[in-house]
């Protein structure tokens, strides 16, 4: 029996709140086992485990859960780490990497972002069943599976476009999905306890009774060809460290050894909503997107299977977020979704009550002597802005823009010093392009071809304070 077991840090501060979260979902939703850990760089690793296993094996943090479609998300990792060793492009149909009898033509980021129009499971009654197909039926019945919407008409989520996308890793990395996972992120992630099969200590997944305090344990099943899209297993302090990686890539995993931070910035940009009236959720490449106010979004993905509920989330943003944060929250109950929503109430409530530490500010390098004129208040299309040198990049940012608003930067061009390109922020990728008079004096300057002067000028030159 574990009741409300919580491991703290060393440096003593209290996680009582967390600790409590986690105990009232426990007793509330009437779930046999719940673990809990919650990452972040500026604190020790915390977890929480309440309840029975349900085995022989007592319940701690190393107890291993189901965590089903958060396995989308390792899928969606290594896909685009393929794209980036250039063995494939994300339109490319995928048909172009793999023999397939029907809808070879759907494109991998249409299948990534669940916007292919592929039905939901594999043909027939798998989850009647519980008979997955394995990687040579998967594809021999692709041509009896539907087409249920035209390609990219809206978000409908599918665990076959997922498992597709599995053998297309499999294929290109010239072994199986299991070894490409096992070599390419959990070995360098350390994730030590995430497997595809369970060990004899996991927890086993019930379904609770809605009339009673019955508790029946849930069959066993193996996802087969669909396991990559909910086959593994793991813990609760595994599954917090991956959804820091997935909100901050760059702090667990600096050399960009399992996938680029840039990367990780292309799955998160939003590509999809789920619901066209709430807007309340997204869908990137591989991740669910949750907004929560003030510039704050929780990245990561759900997961469901027979007898269990998982949820892991990292947080990006916001007043007081540290850097690598993420939460997990792994439950061996059906039934009981409260737990979808705890992880970000941990997030949330560890932000509030705990924040990250304001680092102070300290004087810098000063800005390259060709720069300093360009620095200060300019106008364009009308509104003003202030262009400045702030660690070691040229930023900008409206006048009137919210604190929280993240400023353009800007990067010399290589061969020419005088043109910039936008890395970040408001018009990425577009160029800021400097004109000197004779003197070497910046006069004006064009953003994304938009011109940019000391004073506010109408478009054909009007300037207010000489009145012509």
């Not at 086992?33 to 319940?59: K, Y």
């Not at 998982?310 to 977020?321: E, I, K, L, P, S």
């Not at 300093?372 to 006048?399: C, I, N, P, Q």
């Amino acid at each position: 029996m574990s009741d409300g077991v919580s491991e703290r840090g060393p440096d003593g501060r209290g996680t009582e709140h967390l600790d409590r979260l986690v105990r009232r979902v426990q007793a509330e939703a009437r779930v046999p086992a719940v673990s809990a850990a919650l990452h972040r760089a500026d604190r020790p690793l915390w977890s929480c485990t309440v309840g029975e296993t349900g085995t022989d094996s007592p319940l701690d943090a190393g107890t291993q859960f189901r965590i089903g479609s958060i396995t989308k998300t390792f899928t969606a990792v290594l896909v685009l780490r393929c794209r980036d060793d250039g063995l494939l492009d994300l339109d490319d149909p995928v048909g172009r990497h793999l023999d397939l009898p029907a809808h070879g033509e759907l494109t991998v980021r249409r299948l990534l972002s669940h916007t292919a129009g592929l039905q939901r499971e594999p043909f027939g009654d798998v989850w009647d069943s519980l008979r997955a197909p394995d990687d040579d039926q998967l594809v021999a019945e692709l041509d009896r599976a539907e087409r249920v919407l035209p390609t990219g008409r809206r978000f409908h989520y599918s665990n076959l476009g997922v498992a597709v996308l599995g053998q297309l890793v499999a294929r290109l990395r010239g072994g199986s999905w299991a070894q490409a996972l096992t070599e390419r992120i959990l070995t360098p992630l350390g994730l030590t306890d995430t497997t595809v099969t369970p060990r004899p200590t996991a927890a086993t997944g019930f379904l609770v009774d809605a009339y009673s305090d019955e508790a029946h344990p849930e069959p066993p099943t193996d996802f087969g060809a669909v396991g990559p899209a909910a086959q593994l297993w793991s813990t609760a302090t595994d599954m917090a460290r991956w959804a820091a990686f997935l909100a901050d890539p760059a702090a667990l995993d600096p050399a960009g050894a399992v996938l680029a931070p840039t990367t990780l910035d292309e799955m998160r940009w939003p590509a999809t909503t789920t619901d066209e009236t709430l807007w309340g959720a997204g869908f990137g490449l591989g991740l669910i997107l949750i907004p929560q106010g003030e510039r704050v979004m929780h990245v990561g993905h759900d997961g469901a299977m027979p007898g269990f509920l998982a949820g892991a989330y990292g947080r990006r943003g916001g007043d007081g977020t540290p850097g690598a944060m993420g939460a997990a929250v792994l439950g061996s109950s059906g039934t009981a979704t409260e737990l979808f929503d705890l992880s970000h109430r941990l997030l949330a409530a560890a932000v509030e009550h705990d924040p990250a530490e304001i680092e102070p500010w300290r004087p810098g390098a000063p800005a390259p002597a060709a720069l300093r004129g360009a620095l200060g208040r300019w106008w364009g299309e009308g509104s003003e802005y202030v262009f400045s040198w702030h660690d070691g990049t040229l930023r900008a940012r409206g006048v009137g823009d919210p604190p929280g608003r993240p400023p353009a930067i800007f990067t010399p061009l290589p061969d020419q010093p005088d043109v910039f390109r936008v890395v970040s922020g408001r018009e990425v990728g577009e160029l800021l392009r400097l004109t000197r008079d004779e003197a070497g004096a910046v006069v004006r300057m064009h953003w994304a071809t938009y011109r940019f002067t000391r004073h506010q000028e109408t478009f054909d030159r009007y300037d207010f304070r000489a009145g012509s």
